[in-house]
């Protein structure tokens, strides 16, 4: 069954108060609620429908009587009198069966709750949509061994234990004053202890914070706290948002299908995304646990005190709470290198979604799960089309939009036309074709050509973006292209000035240079877009040695080793010297970033080069992309052979462990020159790092290098007893075996892994650390052999009836496969057709797997 935008219609009963009590008990938890509806007299008609999925009703009684109830697909229709009614049900739940992770589940005996998008009608009998917004009262009964802690969302007002029996029986009681959509429910229970802290806001009311752990997890807390503190100042700073509860909760949950979960008040979090210490989280763990930190606190005005009329308006609230916390990272971090670590993750995530099957808008117009929809088009996509407004608009009409949508919406259900009138009200501009950002699906192709006469420079410029599924025509875009110009001396004649093209093509001039001025284009990512430009290798080494945008000076090299990979792909050329001389010439500047130039060290992916030969009308071949990448690897460690050593030696920290930029940039460089020093001296470095490390990003990186030069087994075996008892670390001992592993033998590698004890596949972090490895590992995936085809839709299938959620979402390790030849091309489609003849495929998956075969 297909939702649609179009069909929207509001509830037409109101909801004053919430009560609800939950008598905790692991395989049969009952829930009461009491519920004051009134009719809203603004809506004609008023079907009384409520949602409601698994639920063992014991009584439903409106003002006191049996209704008559009407069982419709994922829900009842109840007869209730045309005024305000009491609504009282009892309902009994079971946690423990649910390993689905939506709703109130247990993890590791502890009651957790998950319920964006639609967990709440799992939980009892409501409207769960969005845009039914109301104050909660919730009752917490359990017992005091098993559950010495029971938190939900708003404030805490009430606790009670009675020592005097076995078990000792408690009750806690917590009350939200603010009105909220069922998604944001949330209750934990469980043996939880907490690294506690305070913090004063802008107007000087105190909150009580704490972050909850299993005992045994408190020491590692305190990064989290610190960049909860530093989140909650920089909201009050940059958009002047005050937080609204006197406590704020984070919990840490081992089974989690998301990152994590913004609740009102009390935040959710898979353990991976909060938990943290030097010796057992690296680098990217801590910046990652920073940012969803961050992103989760932001959703308190950007998604709770405003939120979506409907699971389509998803993008208001991930791509402006995307943005924010971008923004909150260049703020902390190195901007520069938080930026091509997006667009990084953009072109990895977002342009394949948009470039395949599963292509859809920012905002999708339908659906049938809306659980397939939490994706990198939302979150990525929709995050860049608040950066491209906030180019187009400038900085300080940004602030003042943003100022007028707290204003106008605080407590409003919102939508995306919403949005875009505060912009429009703000600033005085029709945004009726940026709209179509919104609309569109499909990555734009702008293509740039150069015309020098008369001491102008001008830019030929045309956008087209090719037809998606759904969308055969497209209208053409506006697009911001950032651009500079620079001499042939390589001084800056032309700051970065942005272009609006609104046109399919349109032409720009530059007039006032007396020599052919080089443009750097699309500074900054400012659109995203595939860039089509026709420079040769001097232009872009030119570039790389003298743009004074930072991204495009990364791009230039970029652009080089990807030019590079693909002639040696398709012509089996050697790599090219104008980028590995260029690399070695920005390798050697003491005056940039570490962080930065460990970004240059790296090297566009085999799926990345897989994608572009498609595009170019190629078929790619897995085992010689991998053969050309390898290959250039091994031709920079050559190149680079007489700086490597120094590179490392010179950003070894000695200093105690800190997860800042600074250290964390140091390491990053040290441990990419390791990457290419290991193909030079087998692993001797690497073992010595091994050995010394004291902290979870040296010990990694050295292990890699190691497993990359066959010398690994040894340290393999130590790291696993060392660290058999922390769940974090062995996903991490799960995936690099099957990310080092040789093409031919990664699914075997991942097969023995399957059967090893602590595959724990139940838990989607382990299930995503082994499997989600392996569709990493692109020349392994793409085997000839299809054998780990056959084993990911082996396990897909296993988890399919356990954990539909995961399940759909790993399932996208699929959308690429027409780009490859016909014989992978059948090896997938029968896998495709094997899953999707499992009786009883859940709704997400089949939803995943009809739109992935595209028929
Ligand atoms: N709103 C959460 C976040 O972005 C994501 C939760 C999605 N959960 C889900 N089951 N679809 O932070
Ligand atoms: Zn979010």
């Known amino acids: 069954q297909t939702i649609y935008l179009k069909d929207y219609k509001p509830f037409g009963w109101i909801i004053d108060d919430v009560h609800l009590t939950f008598r905790l008990h692991p395989t049969a938890t009952r829930v009461i609620s009491r519920i004051r509806f009134r009719p809203d007299h603004d809506v004609h008609d008023r079907p009384f429908f409520l949602h409601g999925e698994d639920l063992k009703t014991i009584s439903i009684r409106v003002d006191g009587h049996e209704p008559t109830i009407y069982e419709q697909s994922g829900g009842i229709t109840v007869d209730v009198p045309d005024a305000p009614f009491n609504w009282e049900a009892e309902v009994e739940i079971n946690p423990s069966a649910n390993t689905a992770l939506e709703g109130l589940y247990m993890s590791n005996g502890m009651y957790c709750t998950q319920c964006e998008a639609e967990g709440f009608r799992k939980i009892t009998w409501y409207p769960d949509r969005p845009d039914v917004m109301a104050k909660f009262t919730v009752r917490i009964e359990s017992d005091a061994e098993h559950t010495p802690v029971m938190l939900s969302n708003g404030n805490g007002l009430y606790y009670e234990q009675d020592s005097t029996k076995t078990p000792a029986p408690n009750v806690t009681i917590y009350q939200d004053p603010w009105p909220k959509p069922a998604y944001l429910f949330a209750l934990v229970a469980g043996d939880l202890v907490a690294h506690e802290d305070s913090f004063t806001t802008v107007s000087g009311k105190e909150v009580h914070l704490a972050i909850w752990v299993r005992p045994g997890d408190e020491h590692k807390c305190a990064f989290g706290m610190e960049a909860l503190k530093k989140s909650m100042k920089w909201d009050e700073d940059v958009y002047g948002r005050e937080y609204d509860l006197d406590e704020f909760n984070i919990v840490a949950v081992d089974d989690f299908n998301m990152g994590a979960m913004e609740n009102k008040g009390l935040n959710i979090f898979n353990s991976s995304c909060v938990l943290a210490s030097p010796e057992t989280s690296t680098d990217a763990n801590f910046e990652r646990i ?60 977002q342009f394949p979604e948009d470039q395949g099957p599963l292509s859809h808008p920012v905002r999708p117009e339908s659906f ?40 106008r919406h605080d407590g409003d259900a919102a939508t995306i036309e919403d949005w875009l009138k505060v912009f429009e009200d703000a600033t005085g501009r029709d945004l009726s074709q940026f709209k179509r950002w919104y609309s569109q699906s499909g990555t734009p192709r702008v293509t740039v050509r150069e015309e020098y006469a008369q001491d102008t420079l001008t830019l030929h410029i045309s956008q087209r973006t090719a037809p998606t599924p759904g969308q055969e025509t497209k209208e053409p875009q506006i697009i911001p292209i950032a651009v500079g110009l620079l001499n042939p001396n390589g001084d800056e004649v032309q700051e970065t000035t942005v272009l609006e093209l609104r046109d399919s093509e349109q032409s720009f001039s530059f007039p006032g240079h007396a020599s052919r001025p080089v443009p750097s284009i699309l500074r900054g990512f400012s659109a995203p877009v595939l860039l089509d430009q026709e420079i040769d290798a001097d232009r872009r080494a030119f570039l790389l040695a003298h743009d004074t945008d930072p991204f495009n000076r990364w791009e230039s090299g970029r652009m080089l080793a990807r030019e590079s990979l693909l002639s040696s792909v398709k ?212 085997h000839e052999s299809g054998a780990a085809y056959e084993l990911l839709a082996d396990w897909l299938i296993r988890l399919d009836p356990v954990n539909p959620q995961t399940t759909a979402r790993m399932s996208t390790a699929f959308q690429t496969w027409k780009r490859y030849d016909t014989k992978r091309q059948a090896l997938i489609g029968a896998q495709l057709d094997r899953i999707s003849k499992q009786p009883e495929l859940s709704r997400d998956t089949t939803e995943m797997i009809t739109r992935i075969r595209g028929v």
């Not at 031709?635 to 490597?644: C, E, F, G, Q, V």
């Open 368 to 407: 049938q799960e809306i659980n397939n929809f939490y994706t990198a088009t939302v979150y990525e996509k929709g995050s860049e089309v608040i950066g491209m407004l906030k180019t187009l608009v400038g900085d300080e009409a940004y602030a003042k939009a943003l100022n007028l949508y707290f204003d």
């Open 290 to 349: 920073e940012a969803i930190i961050a992103h989760e606190y932001f959703h308190n005005w950007t998604g709770n005190r405003i939120t979506c009329r409907d699971w389509f308006q998803l993008c208001l609230k991930e791509g402006l709470t995307v943005f924010r916390d971008q923004q909150f990272t260049d703020d902390m971090r190195s901007a520069p290198v938080a930026r091509i670590s997006n667009v990084l993750a953009l072109r990895a995530r």
């Open 571 to 782: 012509e089996g050329s050697a790599p090219n010297a104008a980028y590995l001389d260029g690399l070695k010439l920005v390798l050697r500047d003491d005056t940039l970033d570490p962080a930065y130039r460990a970004l240059m060290l790296g090297q566009p992916s085999q799926s990345e080069l897989a994608g572009l030969l498609h595009d170019a009308g190629h078929v790619p071949a897995p085992e010689a992309i991998h053969a050309a990448s390898e290959a250039l690897r091994q031709a920079k460690a050559d190149h680079l052979s007489d700086i490597l050593p120094g590179l490392y030696a010179d950003h070894q920290v000695e200093e105690p462990f800190s997860a800042e930029a600074g250290p964390a940039g140091q390491r990053a460089l040290a441990n990419a020159a390791l990457d290419l020093l290991t193909r030079l001296d087998g692993g001797a470095t690497a073992a010595m790092q091994y050995t010394r490390a004291d902290n979870m990003t040296q010990q990694l990186a050295a292990l890699g290098a190691l497993l990359d030069a066959d010398q690994g087994q040894e340290a393999l075996t130590a790291f696993y007893d060392q660290w058999r008892d922390d769940r974090l670390v062995i996903d991490k001992w799960f995936s690099l075996q099957v990310l080092h592993a040789k093409p031919g033998d990664a699914a075997d590698v991942a097969r023995r892994l399957t059967n090893h004890m602590d595959f724990d596949w139940k838990n989607p972090n382990r299930f995503r650390a082994l499997l989600g490895a392996l569709q990493m590992h692109h020349a392994g995936f793409h």
